[in-house]
């Protein structure tokens, strides 16, 4: 039996001007925010940047200081939780220890007086589009991390929400089976049909899942776009930095263009040649399989280039030449760190 | 080998020898004494001994005295452990809240841990007073004519009072403890999926503090079985032996054991077996419904 797809509304998603401060410390500052109607978007961000307080917020578990929040054609800066039509899965999944698979399943059913049989089917459905039939009747302390976080994911989906929030929920997963879940999430997202606020602070999750990221930063937005828009053109210096692995490599002003701007260049976009203006002393050789990574000293600053898997890559000690073709350069205004568009 | 073997034995005994020789002389030394001490009879001091036969035992489980003190224990544990328990977790619950000042409330609820017995049961002697006392004043009727400690039928749920006010601090204490343990994400959890206070408190709450409840309650029906104090200095045991409790029986004055440290003995170890089996049952029945975490 598989869940069919539902969506009882349209769930759109709508920030305005939300500020949010915890005793005179400011979590997250003036945030607009559209998230469209069963769109997957991810809030993405280092540690305390705001993101999960953002997503507690559209949850209704923290109040916003300032602005509204609406959800639908609604704002819900007033409404309880359980009348807003959202599901919250946690980092933590925070089952219910006590309760058997099934009865944590049908929690949310149980204290919605859903009738029992009407629950137990329901919790059957989410509990074999997960692939957890036959683990009914165990305790979570029975179940491994992944099984743990499907029970969780399954807890969300039985009460048919209009918007799932997802605080981490892969974070406590070995990379491995997050790499599977990933998978997974991207497919039920597109089974349910419903709005997806996924926050996370791993790229990867965040490029591969997303229908649009948010990156942000110290409380404030520092960008909105699809995946590929915020790789290709990052907004800020702290975006080219954050997405992309390894980094974005930034020059200072000066070093590579006449002007007063900062260069940035991926790794990728690096082109190892003697003619090149830029010399570098490579102090790193790192060989990835289908890749290798040189890392060494630009100056004072520390550049990684990509080079393909078996091309002769440099030996540690070496200085080599670098240049980077004009179509591979971001410019950053020095003072503000944003991006100068030509 | 076996050299080795005999030398880590002795380690073994020199390590385990300071606490066998405390348990051996407070505990295991008392207790066979004591077993031993209730197969006689003797007079006050247990100077003079005579030794009359180990159905001392069955005789004084079946006497009057012991039944009646038996059944005054059980309603005593049945009035001061439930009523004990609710008011320890209301007040747990109460103050398990972020609000400023909130530390001053945890002081007060807790303060009884600090207050002994005696103090407590004086206090209560005097709230409870029918010429000077403000709860006797308030309450009127028999509180004022005999005096609710002298009032046949009352006098067991004053000196309950007492107890259940006392020990409220150890309660409060070991649920506040319970309820910090308790991760924040189920609460809210439940929160986001619709459950209300109660709700909340039921099926998240709860179930995850069962572990300090059971503890809780042991020590409670423990403390019930073996109080003394209070009602020594409350009423003495009276009126007409309503609040003779088995600990009373045992060491209290005026009774058809006080003269005889033979009976004594055999009514203390008969509440020893009594306490046993209850805590026994307590974690046989209860344990089923405790969760003890991942």
């Known amino acids: 039996m598989t869940l069919m797809a539902y969506s009882p509304f349209v769930a759109q998603v709508r920030l305005v001007n939300i500020t949010k401060q915890f005793d005179g410390v400011t979590a997250v500052e003036d945030i607009n925010l559209d998230i469209a109607d069963r769109e997957f978007m991810i809030l993405l961000g280092p540690s305390g940047c705001g993101k999960s307080t953002l997503l507690r917020i559209i949850a209704g578990l923290e109040d916003p200081t300032e602005g509204e929040v609406w959800i639908g054609d609604k704002m819900v800066n007033d409404v309880l939780p359980k009348q807003r039509d959202v599901a919250m899965v946690f980092q933590s999944y925070a089952l219910y220890p006590h309760k058997t698979v099934q009865a944590n399943i049908e929690f949310p059913l149980k204290v919605r007086k859903v009738a029992k049989t009407e629950r137990g089917v329901a919790a059957l459905a989410a509990a074999d589009s997960l692939g957890l039939g036959e683990y009914m009747q165990r305790k979570p302390a029975a179940l491994s991390g992944g099984q743990r976080q499907r029970v969780a994911l399954a807890r969300a989906i039985v009460r048919k929400p209009a918007v799932f929030c997802m605080d981490e929920p892969l974070s406590n997963l070995d990379a491995k089976l997050r790499g599977e879940t990933r998978a997974e999430l991207i497919a039920l997202h597109q089974r349910l049909e419903s709005t997806f606020i996924y926050v996370t602070h791993d790229q990867v999750e965040a490029m591969t899942m997303g229908t649009r990221i948010a990156v942000m930063s110290r409380g404030h937005l520092e960008q909105i776009g699809s995946p590929q828009e915020v790789y290709d053109k990052p907004a800020s210096v702290f975006v080219a930095q954050f997405v992309g692995m390894p980094p974005m490599n930034i020059l200072p002003a000066g070093s590579l263009e006449s002007g007063n701007h900062l260069v940035g260049v991926r790794p990728e976009q690096l082109e190892i040649a003697a003619s090149g203006p830029l010399s570098m002393k490579v102090t790193l050789v790192e060989q990835l399989g289908h890749e290798v990574l040189v890392t060494g000293d630009v100056g004072a600053k520390r550049f990684v280039v990509r080079v393909a898997a078996h091309t002769i890559a440099p030996r540690i000690g070496d200085v080599v030449g670098l240049d980077a073709p004009e179509a591979g350069r971001h410019r950053f205004d020095a003072t503000t760190e944003q991006r100068i568009d030509a | 080998m076996k050299k080795r073997r005999w030398r880590d034995f002795g380690l073994a005994g020199l390590m385990l020898g300071p606490s ?74 109460l103050a398990d809240k972020h609000i400023k000042g909130i530390g001053i409330f945890r002081t007060i609820f807790s303060s009884t841990v600090a207050t002994s017995v005696a103090v407590a049961s004086v206090m209560w002697f005097f709230l409870l007073n029918p010429s000077v006392g403000i709860l006797a004043d308030w309450l009127g009727g028999s509180a004022k004519t005999p005096g609710l400690l002298q009032k046949q039928g009352l006098a067991l749920w004053a000196v309950s009072a007492s107890s259940i006010w006392a020990n409220l601090g150890f309660t409060f204490i070991v649920v506040t403890a319970g309820l910090q343990s308790v991760p924040k994400d189920l609460y809210e959890s439940a929160y986001v999926d619709g459950a209300n206070g109660w709700s909340r408190f039921t099926n998240v709450t ?69 306490l046993l089996i209850l805590a026994l049952v307590q974690f046989r029945g209860l344990e089923k419904r405790v969760h003890y975490g991942n």
């Open chain 2, 206 to 274: 709860l179930p995850m503090i069962s572990p300090t409840l059971l503890f809780a309650s042991v020590v409670l029906v423990t403390r019930a079985f073996q109080s003394f104090g209070e009602i020594d200095l409350l009423t003495a045991g009276g009126p007409k032996g309503e609040t003779t409790t088995l600990t009373y029986l045992a060491y209290g004055q005026g009774l058809a054991t006080s003269n005889d440290g033979g009976l004594r003995a055999t009514v203390s170890v008969l509440l020893f077996f009594v």
């Open chain 2, 20 to 93: 066998a020789a405390v348990l051996s002389l407070f505990v295991i030394y008392p207790l066979v004494k004591a077993v031993w001490y209730g197969h006689q009879r003797c007079d006050a001091s247990l100077s003079k001994c005579r030794t009359t036969s180990w159905h001392q035992y069955i005789d004084a489980f079946r006497s009057n005295e012991f039944q009646d003190s038996l059944i005054v224990t059980l309603k005593y544990a049945l009035i001061t452990v439930p009523i004990g328990l609710v008011l320890g977790i209301s007040l747990a619950v």
